[in-house]
């Protein structure tokens, strides 16, 4: 709660770039099933008709708009924050969304401890609307390498208010590191953070998205925040690091080093194992959930390698046997989470690739 006693109050920022794109239908719809006191600013710097539909239907929960050119997505952010009022504060991109009751969890964890400023928690991520890719590999409870890594998946990240008060907004030349800086900043203020290893969001990764990319300038906005906080020697390691992580991710040369990947520790380590940690042969209570406008039909479960297996959802449950992949009916319905069990009929627990929500077109 807040100090007065109150529930507390959250501040969120969506910026859409000069292109619209239809995916922030699923982030606004995410919001606005929140369940929490919500002001939510949306800065749109294309100004098209279909963004300007978009916040008319999402009127109810958005506190401040603006349709136009912006000097940026960083400024966008700043802007929002500016004219909202809240305890906690955040933003949310267009092509992300949030996972069912995220705030809500996100509250109880601050009302908690008043000593906290900023909590994070884990990603899903997708490879487009409807396919699960597994967790955010990046994501790691250790907040003392911040300055070596961007450990904190951003739109799982909330803090209160009073953090920008102390260390400020986002920087306005920063276009790829903006969140990483800004946790950078927190740290070094001395701010407490807390990492909770539940599911808050759900992140896109596909080729053209902002974090696929490996230009000059992302290195170098890399280089220069490492630097500032680390020694020549750990920013060299987390230059190559970088550039290994997005050669295995984005690239086409990913498939080739597919067995360089199996050998090297870290982000490689962690693709092996995607979704929640498991217990003997159980792959543990995985959440299923989606922002689409009707109920999912089904559920694909796709394996590594062949795979004996019992599949639970709840009302569903099927066994394989020496099966890729499983389909099974799940009728999911927006913004509500089903609970996937997996049980392997062997030892050790089953290896998932991923996860795909079908519709009643595709589910065959």
Not at 235 to 254: C, D, I, N, Q, R
Request: hydrophobic share 45%; proline share 4%.
């Amino acid at each position: 709660m807040a100090t007065d006693g109150t529930a507390l109050t959250f501040a969120m920022v969506t910026p859409i770039g000069p292109s619209f794109t239809p995916r922030i239908y699923f982030a606004l719809r995410s919001l606005r099933a929140q369940g929490v006191d919500l002001q939510l600013a949306f800065c749109d710097a294309g100004g098209s008709a279909e963004a300007r539909m978009a916040a008319d239907e999402f009127g109810d929960i958005i506190a401040y708009r603006r349709h136009g050119p912006d000097a940026g997505q960083s400024a966008a952010i700043n802007e929002g924050w500016r004219h909202l009022e809240g305890d906690i504060f955040g933003w949310l991109n267009a092509d992300d969304y949030l996972a069912p009751s995220a705030l809500t969890r996100v509250a109880k964890i601050f009302d908690a401890n008043e000593e906290i400023d900023v909590v994070y928690g884990q990603s899903y991520i997708l490879d487009d609307d409807v396919l699960l890719g597994g967790l955010h590999p990046a994501v790691d409870g250790n907040i003392d390498l911040i300055f070596r890594h961007n450990l904190i998946s951003q739109p799982s990240c909330f803090y209160r208010a009073r953090t920008l008060e102390k260390v400020g907004l986002l920087k306005k030349d920063l276009h790829f590191t903006m969140d990483w800086d800004l946790w950078a900043r927190f740290y070094a203020a001395g701010l407490k953070f807390h990492y909770t290893p539940e599911i808050l969001s759900s992140v896109l990764w596909e080729e053209g998205t902002k974090t696929s990319g490996l230009s000059r300038r992302r290195m170098s906005e890399i280089a220069h925040l490492t630097s500032t906080y680390e020694n020549p020697i750990v920013t060299a390691k987390t230059m190559v690091g970088f550039t290994l992580h997005h050669l295995f991710e984005y690239s086409s040369l990913g498939p080739l080093l597919s067995g360089v990947r199996r050998r090297l520790k870290g982000t490689a380590a962690q693709r092996a194992n995607m979704w929640r940690a498991e217990t003997g042969g159980v792959r543990g209570a995985i959440p299923v959930y989606h922002f689409m406008k009707a109920p999912s039909a089904a559920l694909r479960i796709r394996f590594a390698e062949p795979t004996d297996a019992v599949l639970d959802l709840g009302e569903c449950r099927i066994e394989i046997r020496g099966a890729f992949d499983a389909i099974m009916p799940a009728a999911i319905l927006p913004g509500e989470t089903a609970a996937l069990t997996v049980v392997a009929g062997g030892e050790g627990a089953p290896n998932i690739e991923r996860i795909e929500l079908l519709l009643k077109d595709s589910a065959g």
